[in-house]
């Protein structure tokens, strides 16, 4: 059998719930799909210059949570190669926060697009802090009737664990709302929690930490979602 093989991007530290989680999620995707996962980390200082190199043979790339990264553009890079090679990408909480810092930079040409977090001062803040931080907290997420999220929970209301203290700045809504990046879940007062990446096979960044199921024993369905769509990818070439 063919593995499915995942590239994690981050900087991995054994005390992040985050990390452990990954990839008994990803154990537990492979095996409600019959599908054997080989999973590999890319340290985010370690593929700056090199992404093509690093990251051509995986069949999926997951940017994963624990941010601050060691190398910003780094997991950028990773974030806008996965996009533009239609490679099936996740995004989790800082995942998510550096696919739409990378997307407003490269697709959107806001050259000065900044995280709040790293560079506080940059002109344009599309990563703000959230009104209220989201850290080791479990919430309700509304998700977009017709989206990906909501065929695959069957249902438009889940519960979610979170953390996080950045988000999608709610300036920057509407300059997003024309894009082919588009909203799929919000929480009960509307702030953006996950996005979805339309004309590409699998792009879905979430607030979230969907991967934190694993910790008690369940698969998650988006994590399957991505690991299926990397499999029917799996012909890309080493």
């Not at 950028?76 to 996965?82: F, M």
């Not at 096979?201 to 991967?211: D, I």
Request: charged letters at 20%; glycine letters at 10%; hydrophobic letters at 45%.
């Amino acid at each position: 059998m063919t593995p499915v093989r995942i590239g994690l991007i981050g900087d991995r530290n054994p005390d992040v719930a985050a990390h452990r989680a990954i990839p008994l999620a990803l154990e537990l995707a492979g095996a409600a799909l019959g599908a054997e996962v080989a999973v590999t980390w890319f340290g985010t200082d370690a593929i700056e210059g090199r992404v093509p190199e690093s990251l051509g043979h995986c069949d999926g790339i997951w940017c994963v949570p624990a941010s601050p990264y060691r190398n910003e553009a780094g997991a950028l890079s990773a974030i806008r190669y996965a996009r533009e090679t239609g490679r099936p990408f996740l995004g989790t909480c800082g995942g998510f926060q550096h696919a739409l810092l990378e997307y407003a930079r490269n697709v959107l040409e806001i050259g000065t697009a900044g995280h709040a977090e790293t560079d506080p001062d940059a002109a344009e803040l599309v990563i703000t802090p959230l009104a209220c931080e989201l850290v080791e907290q479990r919430a309700t997420v509304i998700l977009e009737p017709g989206s990906r999220l909501e065929a695959l929970h069957g249902a438009t209301e889940i519960a979610e664990t979170y953390h996080c203290r950045y988000g999608l700045s709610p300036a920057y809504q509407a300059k997003l709302a024309g894009s082919a990046l588009r909203v799929v879940a919000r929480d009960a007062a509307g702030e953006v929690r996950a996005m979805e990446l339309r004309g590409h096979p699998f792009f879905c960044v979430t607030l979230y930490q969907p991967e934190r199921a694993a910790l008690a024993g369940h698969a998650h369905p988006l994590v399957n979602a991505f690991v299926a769509a990397a499999r029917a990818g799996t012909t890309v070439s080493a």
